[in-house]
């Protein structure tokens, strides 16, 4: 098993910063890689990034390319995702997910592991 908390969340103005944070613990090394996915109220959840454990390969949907930038930190098995020129269409709730390459890194099912997820609300 493995559990996933993430912190970093809040109210910031269009335009501004927040910097996510998921903290892993349990047996991590059975993960690939960790993930963010992002919720909006009626939407589906939806992938934002990810990175490989091994190798920090990264990944981003085009909307945040450029914005968003993921990071880890492997001796605190830590994962940060930096989130820059805020829009209001990036609000949501954001969960922190670990997981394998079932399906490659984009697709949920891939993810085996879920935080409880951080609202992040962008005011316009």
């Known amino acids: 098993q493995v559990q996933l908390v993430e912190s970093g969340g809040g109210l910031v103005q269009a335009g501004g910063s927040l910097r996510l944070s998921c903290a892993a613990s349990?047996?991590?090394?059975?993960?690939?890689?960790m993930g963010w996915f992002r919720q909006a109220p009626g939407e589906e959840r939806e992938f934002v990034s990810a990175?490989?454990?091994?190798?920090?390969?990264?990944y981003y949907t085009d909307s945040v390319k450029g914005r968003f930038t993921i990071s880890r930190d492997n001796a605190k098995n830590t994962v940060n995702l930096q989130m820059n020129s805020l829009k209001s269409e990036d609000t949501a709730v954001y969960y922190c997910?670990?997981?394998?390459?079932?399906?490659?890194?984009?697709?949920?099912?891939?993810?085996?592991?879920w935080g409880q997820g951080t609202q992040v609300t962008v005011s316009s």
């Open positions: 997910a670990a997981g394998q390459d079932y399906y490659g890194a984009y697709a949920r099912a891939s993810y085996d592991y």
């Open positions: 349990g047996r991590t090394s059975s993960t690939l890689r």
């Open positions: 990175i490989n454990w091994s190798g920090g390969r990264t």
